[in-house]
T-cell receptor
Framework: AQSVTQPDIHITVSEGASLELRCNYS??????LFWYVQSPGQGLQLLLK??????LVQGIKGFEAEFKRSQSSFNLRKPSVHWSDAAEYFC???????????FGAGTILRVKS | SQTIHQWPATLVQPVGSPLSLECTVE??????LYWYRQAAGRGLQLLFY??????ISSEVPQNLSASRPQDRQFILSSKKLLLSDSGFYLC????????????????FGQGTRLTVV
């Protein structure tokens, strides 16, 4: 069965600083990988996804993520964080044939001015 | 375009009362449908998923059940709520996972905040 680990529960960065949120997955084959963002009390919005091809994926709002098979990782990055990026971020893995989408525990991002 | 509706947005129910949360999808057919629960600090827990009418897979044994009476309708129910059922419930739909399908992803509703008192 697939699983996702987000080792950082909370991260605080200064506005304008760079950001990296970590995600490690466990799955027996090449997975679908996703990053979602959730504002308080809201549903989830897709930031980006990886399914094949180029291992560096560009998403919305200036985010990108890099798939590293050797490390089973799919870390999310942004070169310069804005105060509006404060939210909870979820990494997810989808099985090709299992029809399930499994999420990590989430990382809460705080942005200080 | 596809949309997903989930209601109610908030719900306060007494312990032992029944529950029915409804989720409907528009603009697509034969979607995968999912119910997740989000408890504070515990991420998103997959509760149920469905690949077709009447087909329900349960991920976690618990006090809840799910049904899919129509292709684009997914219902989360309980006969008797427990305090531990409190949380934020999210419905999602996804396209079928096909061989490297570029359109594979999941779309979420706005969630239902359930408080059991």
């Amino acid at each position: 069965a697939q699983s996702v680990t987000q080792p950082d529960i909370h991260i605080t960065v200064s506005e304008g600083a760079s950001l990296e949120l970590r995600c490690n997955y466990s799955y027996g084959a090449t997975p679908y990988l996703f990053w979602y963002v959730q504002s308080p009390g809201q549903g989830l919005q897709l930031l980006l996804k990886y399914f094949s091809g180029d291992t560096l994926v560009q998403g919305i709002k200036g985010f990108e993520a890099e798939f590293k098979r050797s490390q089973s990782s799919f870390n999310l990055r942004k070169p310069s964080v804005h105060w509006s990026d404060a939210a909870e971020y979820f990494c997810a893995v989808g099985a090709l044939w299992g029809n399930k989408l499994v999420f990590g525990a989430g990382t809460i991002l705080r942005v200080k001015s | 375009s596809q949309t997903i509706h989930q209601w109610p947005a908030t719900l306060v129910q007494p312990v032992g009362s029944p529950l029915s949360l409804e989720c409907t999808v528009e603009g697509t057919s034969n979607p995968n449908l999912y119910w997740y629960r989000q408890a504070a600090g515990r991420g998103l827990q997959l509760l149920f998923y469905s690949v077709g009418i009447g087909q329900i897979s349960s991920e976690v044994p618990q006090n809840l059940s799910a049904s899919r009476p129509q292709d684009r309708q997914f219902i989360l129910s309980s006969k008797k709520l427990l305090l531990s059922d409190s949380g934020f419930y999210l419905c999602a739909w996804g396209r079928l996972y096909r061989q490297r399908d570029v359109n594979t992803e999941a779309f979420f509703g706005q969630g239902t905040r359930l408080t059991v008192v």
